[in-house]
């Protein structure tokens, strides 16, 4: 074989590199861009289906009921339980018949 052969070879594989690693490095900003983009849309896409799916949102809203009911029990029972304690102050007797389920 001829040795200039192999040298046009070798030149065109060096360019080749060259243009490569030219065109590798002023592109990789937008590419990685672009990636992070796609990436974080599709986690909050699949995010939202899987709470549709398992009715997260759902749950959510039924256990902030449930607590806001619960406060008001939690109130009530304050209530009663201050009432409570004023009597005792007074001497007043207590029929306190709700409380031990007699009749």
């Not at 052969?5 to 002023?26: E, Q």
Request: a positive charge; charged letters at 25%.
């Amino acid at each position: 074989m001829d040795p200039s052969c192999h040298s046009g070879i070798l030149n065109r594989t060096v360019v080749k590199i060259n243009l490569k690693n030219k065109m590798d490095n002023s592109n990789i900003f937008p590419v990685v861009l672009v990636g992070l983009i796609i990436s974080i849309s599709l986690f909050l896409l699949l995010r939202e289906l899987a709470n549709w799916y398992w009715k997260i949102n759902e749950r959510i809203e039924n256990q902030k009921e449930t607590n806001l009911l619960l406060e008001k029990i939690l109130m009530q029972l304050e209530g009663m339980n201050t009432r409570i304690k004023n009597q005792n102050k007074r001497g007043e007797n207590l029929n306190n018949d709700f409380l031990l389920n007699k009749k």
